[in-house]
């Protein structure tokens, strides 16, 4: 195998195939691979199971139609915190959808990465989400005390998308933000895992510190795609926050007639460097501030 | 916060409802033990810091995004240079271990639900027609199912009425409650643990017989009746309800000293008093 992984998006997407499951990283409005989420929108493909702690990435999936099926927790970009596009979808009745309990979902996801059939785990008894998902089982602990828990089964990605500050051509990766959320995880569940970078080095040469800042194995990784400010509009601490500006523009398109028409004309159909130039451009989107809550 | 004391009056007249319900919610944390204060919103987050720098220092409590703070920090921009806040970390609360937290029982969490039925259980899913095309989706039901069977919860409504107090159940149940009838033989429902309900009318507690819900405490002003109309299932009363008190000087000063910004004044629509005026 190649351990030069480098690849365009769009070369990224042509891997990608009608009907697979996606699992998309980051959470909200943190850390989503943006650049590859808009490379999917610039392309033919449909009928997705898009697996991920929502954000507008999951908006705009919904909003061009490439969404067969959404399994989720929440969709939400906290400071606006309810998602228009995935509410029109939701509330159309467009979407098939597995909603999950945040811990469930990560409980599906270890378990894929562990290569087992399901996790045990409390969250989800008593709730719908057991109504909702019939296909979800329970399990009596074999031990004396007898419990009965739910079976979250495997979430299996046929790929996972996720976006980090840095990796190198082989594959490694580093998150410096100050959480790396369940990136890796989802990166374990995958059958491919493809990375955006805000920076490409050919060979990382680390000390103990920063080594400490990979999260997953590059054996896990099947390329890496050279993406500065890859996760805008959404944040990537340390190197950029989010672009309420843009959010609020975004959010305001699907109030408008003809809005994602208009929001894809602008900010989707076209390329990546001139989607860059459109929003600011490095200069702009380095100097947006990481948010305070 | 000199300024702030020499400027603002501290008598309690001068407390609005969202003061007076903030000092309400901080009772949720008194005497919970060593355990992560989660207040999620502007009015539930500042009763969690208020708890902890009062009545409860042992309360763990994070910079609402990844650090556990020896402080509670002031809500919005935090100021520049001199006179900027600068966050006491003491510890690390990845998402991961805020998840490690809750199934290991040592939290006590505050959110504000879209709907609340008699049982207490809530919903922040989906709410009127059906669920496959639901009138209004709303964010999912996020962490109210892991959160419910595995530690103390409480819950924040600003706007106490009969769309939020829904007679039956909720439309989707996100957070359990007490209702035995959506266990099976052999789940646990032992971890459930559902404290306060903090209204603008009305304090509830879950300590009627089998967990029913209670009115613990009236807002000055405030007649059960009105509070009975403004729910959609019969509440009970406690034995001798009182009326929830105002905050004191001490409590208001704290208040305004977490919240800086006065985010807090848009708890409530048009930010009105503690004391209601008579109408």
């Known amino acids: 195998m190649a351990l030069d992984k480098q690849l365009t998006a769009a070369a990224v997407v042509a891997q990608l195939r009608d009907g697979m499951t996606l699992g998309i990283g980051g959470w909200g409005p943190r850390r989503k691979p943006m650049t590859l989420v808009r490379e999917i929108l610039r392309s033919p493909l449909k009928d997705l199971t898009v697996v991920a702690y929502g954000g507008p990435e999951v908006g705009m999936l919904c909003a061009a139609g490439k969404v067969k099926k959404l399994v989720y927790g929440f969709v939400t970009m906290d400071a606006i915190p309810l998602e228009p596009y995935f509410r029109k979808a939701r509330e159309a009745g467009a979407l098939q959808v597995m909603e999950l309990d945040e811990g469930m979902f990560e409980w599906g996801l270890r378990a894929a990465g562990m290569r087992m059939s399901f996790l045990p785990t409390r969250c989800g008894l008593g709730t719908d989400v057991i109504k909702r998902n019939p296909e979800l089982k329970t399990i009596a602990s074999p031990y004396d005390d007898g419990e009965v828990y739910l079976a979250m089964p495997a979430l299996k990605l046929d790929a996972a998308l996720l976006h980090v500050n840095e990796a190198d051509r082989l594959g490694n990766t580093l998150m410096r933000a100050n959480d790396p959320l369940f990136d890796h995880l989802f990166a374990r569940a995958a059958d491919r895992c493809y990375v955006s970078t805000e920076v490409l080095h050919d060979k990382l040469e680390l000390d103990g510190a920063t080594a400490r800042l990979n999260f997953f194995e590059r054996y896990l990784v099947s390329g890496v795609v050279h993406a500065p400010c890859g996760a805008h509009p959404t944040y990537s601490g340390p190197d950029y926050g989010w672009d309420l500006d843009h959010l609020k523009r975004y959010n305001a398109s699907a109030a408008e007639e003809g809005g994602w028409e208009a929001y894809m004309n602008e900010f989707v159909r076209c390329s990546e460097s001139e989607y860059l130039a459109k929003v600011g451009g490095v200069e702009r989107v380095g100097k947006l501030r990481t948010p305070v809550f | ?279």
């Open chain 2, 1 to 279: 916060m000199d300024d702030v004391k020499k400027t603002d009056a501290m008598d309690a007249s001068t407390a609005t409802l969202a003061e007076l319900m903030i000092v309400a919610a901080s009772e949720a944390w008194r005497n919970n033990g060593e355990v992560l204060a989660s207040g999620i919103g502007v009015a539930p987050r500042i009763a969690a810091s208020l708890a902890k720098l009062t009545h409860s220092p042992e309360l763990l409590m994070t910079d609402s995004e990844t650090f556990l703070v020896s402080e509670p920090i002031p809500l919005g921009p935090r100021g520049q240079g001199d006179g900027a806040h600068v966050p006491k970390y003491e510890g690390y609360m990845s998402f991961d271990r805020v998840f490690e937290c809750v199934w290991g029982g040592r939290r006590h969490a505050m959110i504000g639900p879209s709907q609340i039925d008699r049982f207490g259980q809530s919903n922040l899913s989906v709410v009127g027609g059906s669920y496959e095309k639901p009138k209004s989706a709303i964010l999912g039901v996020r962490g109210l199912p892991g959160n419910s069977i595995n530690h103390m919860n409480s819950m924040f409504v600003p706007n106490h009425g009969p769309r939020v107090f829904v007679p039956g159940e909720v439309d989707m149940v996100s957070g359990v409650g007490y209702n035995p009838a959506r266990f099976a033989p052999g789940m646990k429902m032992d971890y459930i643990d559902l404290r306060l309900i903090v209204t603008d009318l009305c304090v509830l507690d879950f300590g009627g017989p089998e967990h029913a819900i209670r009115v613990h405490s009236l807002h000055p002003g405030v007649s059960f009746d009105q509070v009975q109309t403004a729910t959609g299932f019969p509440l009970l009363k406690v034995e001798q309800m009182r009326e929830t008190p105002l905050p004191s000087a001490e409590q208001l000063a704290l208040i305004r000293r977490l919240d800086p910004h006065n985010l807090r004044a848009t708890t409530i629509k048009n930010n009105p008093p503690a004391v209601r005026t008579a109408s």
